[in-house]
């Protein structure tokens, strides 16, 4: 190939595809996207664990694997605990001389019901305990794997199998379980949000999460045309509007210091972002103007720590 | 038929209702006061990948709980899908099979390599035109009834009125152009071909369980051997003249199913490609249109 | 030369897993078990033992942990006890099926409820089907023995499974006796480098933990159940050296006074011990008695069990845990079953006794015998009730 045409993008952006291609996800599936965007930033020498969950059940069918580097998946609710024991043993091995000091890059990457339900525990002993590792919950919002069934992570009014609006319902009636928060209660290093409508962003996280020392954090939100409701076709545009409405903002948490990835002097209507979806089709103006004003604070209330760290110069 | 089970396979792919199908027919059944059991298989692969869900029907209760390995009656919902081994699997002789296609019944029963009693219909023209989406599950129904005489229209109307309570109407209206319009083979007109006999051997030797590696472990990336082209539906098309080579459709494909050809424009890679549009979607120049697969 | 040491079981077992050289432990605190855990952590702190210690947040992680740590190639040991064990259930599965040679020590102790801290069998019962290889110990030598051996069991290649040494609550754990502790360089003669058949390596790529269709589960199963049968042998050798270096030796049944039996008592674990003691005094008495002690449990040993009670009339098995709506004891069924189809007029008494630490003593053992010499066995019973 002549470097002449490679002008954009593909000079940019690492070629080797690490998820292969042959996965069983759906069409226009948002989780698989982002995978293999992670992966590209991450490079060879990494490791990759994974709980249960769609991401596993679409790549690892026996006797094939989708997976082009070394995966590993125990149970559910644990990855952050494989994930905590290889690290643990890698630096066993080096501190014996059984193994060369060549970094290895140890990845977790679950969903939000491994991750923000079943998985929380884990997860959160694996930050106490200071493994150097990344973890990064891939949001789809919900139980996709198993036919679309709400978990913590589910944003409030969204209709799921499990939270399904009726007569008397309107959908998931919780706020989503904020995890990027969560993980940074744990004073680790490095947190962000992402999401694969912004692929720059996303791999330049993953690559700075790689440099940082101890545990990491990325939040990552993937569109799922199946449970959304939402056309194939749209899933990178949806993304975005969930960045610009303010419903999923991108920022960063470095050593506890905010910093806004993508700001707007005024956000979008949220209407904009559920109206492509049919999760969200049941609700009314009322109940929309409950969520415009509850993104509305939350986006104050972020804005107002990314301020608070730029006046007292928290480094 | 009378003290017989009949069994009927039917074939679609995730996310066109072919487990509806199934369903709507055994209550229908259930209502006339026959037997009947539905089951959709289970599997891992995802909306847009071949699926498979199986119908019992019968005027004794049913003492079976296995899958359906030789069906009596085949339907294929969906066109770009009949060239798989998957749809003649195990049928038996004569098996009824209904094909959604546009192609004529000779060529169709070329195409499956099994002497069937074949009925073809253009059941995605339908559903287009009535429901104005490629959802061709309520047409085939009608068809399947034309086909079989198994259930009674009526009962099927009261089972979809049930199911789709906004939308019953455009879904009786396609179920009955389904029945219409289906194109049956007689005995006067049938086409006999000679039979393919690789159409038998469609399951793949699998493994013993010493030739099993140990613990399972996987050889990495082995799942390129799965082929995912056959999901797809619409084709991403790509004009080439147009492309302004940016890569943007290589990077944001869930399936790296773009790859740059020697010019340096971008390409699909058939094999893998699953049409969800993406491509199509954010390339800044529209240089790729989605356009209805063709087998 | 090994050192004759008054040392508790629990420090004993440790000792063993730092002789082992083990390069990673995490573990997460419960009684009975933590003396093994806090003096291995001692270990680590005061660099004796050059291993990751990792403080688990709960049995589920900590055993979750080590199967990333033996996946990653390092040798890995934990060691907890009831609700912990319980806790780890899900994952005792995964790891033999990913072929993880994990040494685990199960202080055994009763399941909740209602709650209770004292020693009996019905938390490694319960992990019966889990696939590990599982031995019982019936004192402070074979728990440091054992604790050796189940590492080069494990990590045998043609074993490649995880390994169980179960050891009593308290009256095992937290007894202090004499035990040969060996030293460093004799243990070295026996244990061998971990090498693991796969590892997480990005230079050999590979995928663990794939998921099986109906198309090749039963195969997956059938290739872990051969596994497990075929460990047998291994552990025969692992046993005959050892007890060759060491002259200790090792069967999956101990008989004692078993040969020329006319009845035969059966035991697991500690209260093997006391049973002796009854067995002595009954001889003494004129009584033919002999005992069987259980030391492998999985895999079960059917063959040596069917010989052994060749030539008896009576078997009375005495066991600590229940199987509460099925009429029997776990291993009642299992020894019951293994006679079935066999030529044999063999009584089978199964008799259920101190559960929750209740005592176990030699009266209880004589009494068995005598009612067992006087009375056709029932389904099972439960003795020591206050009715």
């Known amino acids: 190939m002549s470097e002449q045409f490679s002008v954009y993008v593909p000079k940019l952006i690492n070629k080797q595809e690490d998820f292969v291609h042959g996965h069983r996800a759906c069409q226009g599936c948002g989780l698989a996207l982002a995978v293999r965007l992670i992966l590209k930033a991450a490079g060879k020498n990494t490791i990759v664990v994974s709980p249960t969950g769609c991401l596993e059940i679409i790549s690892t069918p026996y006797p094939q694997s989708a997976w082009n580097l070394p995966w590993v998946h125990v149970a559910f609710e644990n990855a952050a605990a494989v994930a905590g024991g290889i690290e643990g043993a890698f630096k066993a091995l080096r501190a014996k001389n059984k193994k060369d000091n060549k970094k290895i890059n140890i990845i977790a990457i679950g969903g939000d019901g491994g991750t923000s339900d079943i998985g929380l525990q884990a997860l959160s002993g694996a930050f106490e305990r200071g493994h150097d590792f990344l973890y990064v919950c891939l949001d789809n919002e919900a139980y996709m794997n198993t036919g679309i069934q709400r978990s913590s992570s589910t944003p409030f009014g969204a209709s799921t199998t499990t939270s399904p609006s009726g007569a008397v319902s309107m959908g998931q009636i919780t706020w989503k379980k904020n995890m990027a928060a969560i993980a940074a209660a744990h004073n680790i290093p490095y947190v962000a949000t992402a999401c694969p409508s912004y692929p720059f962003d996303l791999m330049e996280k993953v690559q700075t999460a790689l440099k940082t020392q101890g545990p990491k954090y990325i939040h990552c939100l993937v569109q799922c045309p199946t449970g959304w409701g939402c056309a194939t076709d749209l899933i990178i545009r949806l993304g975005s509007l969930a960045v610009e409405t303010g419903i999923f903002p991108l920022y960063e948490v470095i050593n506890g210091k905010y910093k806004l990835n993508m700001d707007f002097p005024k956000l979008r209507p949220v209407t904009d972002y559920l109206k492509f979806q049919s999760r969200f089709r049941h609700l009314k103006p009322a109940d929309i103007a409950i969520i415009q004003k509850r993104v509305e604070q939350e986006w104050q209330a972020l804005k107002q720590k990314v301020e608070c760290f730029k006046k007292t110069g928290v480094k | 038929m009378k003290e017989k089970i009949i069994e009927i396979r039917w074939h679609g792919r995730g996310g066109q209702g072919v487990v509806t199908c199934a369903e709507l027919l055994a209550k229908a059944a259930i209502a006339e006061g026959k037997y009947a059991q539905s089951a959709p298989s289970f599997g891992p692969e995802r909306r847009g990948a071949p699926v498979a869900a199986f119908l019992r029907i019968s005027n004794k209760p049913i003492y079976l709980r296995s899958q359906i390995t030789h069906p009596d009656i085949v339907v294929v919902l969906d066109p770009t899908i009949l060239t798989l081994p998957d749809v003649t699997a195990g049928i038996k002789k004569n098996a009824i099979f209904i094909a959604n296609t546009n192609k004529l019944l000779e060529d169709v029963k070329y195409i499956l390599g099994v002497n069937v009693n074949l009925g073809v219909i253009d059941a995605t023209k339908i559903a287009l035109e009535i429901i104005r989406r490629p959802i061709t599950n309520t047409t085939m129904i009608g068809s399947f009834i034309r086909a079989t005489n198994i259930v009674k229209i009526e009962s099927v109307k009261q089972e979809i009125m049930t199911r789709f309570p906004t939308n019953y109407e455009t879904n009786i209206k396609a179920m009955i152009r389904g029945y219409d319009e289906l194109e049956m083979e007689t005995d006067a007109n049938r086409t006999v071909i000679k ?41 991403p098309v790509t004009d080439a003249t147009k492309c302004i080579k940016c890569g943007i459709c290589w990077v944001y494909c869930p399936d790296s199913a773009r790859y740059q050809t020697p010019d340096g424009t971008y390409e699909t890679n058939f094999d893998y490609c699953k049409g969800c549009g993406i491509c199509a979607r954010e390339c800044p120049t529209h240089c790729i249109t989605m356009q209805e697969e063709k087998e | 030369m090994a050192k004759r040491e008054g040392i508790e079981i629990s420090l ?163 007894v202090i006796e004499p035990i040969y502790i060996l030293e460093q360089n004799e243990v070295n003669k026996f244990m061998k480098e971990f090498k693991p058949l796969n590892a997480l390596d990005p230079r050999t790529p590979m995928t663990f933990g794939a998921f099986a269709t109906p198309e090749y589960y039963i195969e997956a199963k059938k290739q872990l159940e051969q596994a497990l049968f075929s460990s047998r042998k291994v552990i025969t050798e692992v046993w005959n050296e050892f007890g060759k270096l060491y002259g200790r030796k090792y069967t999956p049944i101990e008989g004692y006074k078993a040969n020329d039996a006319n009845i035969l008592l059966l035991t697991l674990g500690g209260i093997g011990e006391t049973a002796q003691t009854a067995v002595d005094e009954m001889r003494d008495d004129g009584i033919k008695v002999g005992l069987l002690k259980l030391k492998l449990y999985r895999p079960f040993p059917i063959q040596e069990l069917r010989r052994m009670c060749k030539k008896a009339k009576t078997l009375v098995i005495a066991e600590r845990a229940m199987s509460i709506g099925g009429e029997g004891g776990p291993i009642g069924f299992e020894v019951r079953s293994a006679f079935y189809n066999e030529p044999t007029h063999l009584k089978i008494h199964d008799i259920i006794l101190g559960l929750g630490g209740r005592d176990v003593r030699v009266e209880d053992f004589k009494m068995m015998i005598n009612h067992a010499l006087k009375n056709k066995p029932k389904e099972y019973e439960l003795i020591g009730v206050r009715e």
């Open chain 3, 12 to 174: 004993a077992v440790a000792e063993a897993v730092k002789l082992a050289d083990v390069d990673m432990v995490a573990a997460y605190p419960i009684t009975p078990q933590t003396h093994i855990v806090e003096k291995l952590a001692e270990m680590v702190a005061d660099g004796e033992l050059k291993a990751a210690y990792i403080n688990a947040e709960s049995e589920h992680s900590a055993i979750s942990l080590c199967l990333g740590s033996s996946i990653a190639g390092a040798r890995t040991y934990t060691a907890t006890s009831s609700q912990g064990l319980a806790l780890m259930h899900e994952i005792l599965y995964i790891a033999s099926a990913l072929r993880l040679p994990v040494v685990m020590t199960v202080v055994n102790r009763a399941l909740s409820g209602p709650l209770n801290i004292w020693g009996d069998h019905s938390d490694v019962m319960g992990e019966r089907d889990t696939g590990w290889i599982q031995f019982f110990a019936q004192n402070g030598q074979e728990a440091f023995d054992m604790t050796l051996q189940a590492f080069r069991v494990a990590e045998d290649h043609r074993v490649m499974l995880p390994v169980i040494v179960n050891i009593d609550g308290f009256t095992l754990s937290h």
């Open chain 2, 195 to 235: 039979e393919k006999k690789d159409g038998k051997k469609a399951m793949p030797k699998l493994p013993k369980w010493r030739e099993l590696t140990i613990g399972l472990t996987t050889k990495a990336g082995s799942a390129q051997a799965y082929k995912t082209g056959s999901w797809r539906s619409l084709v």
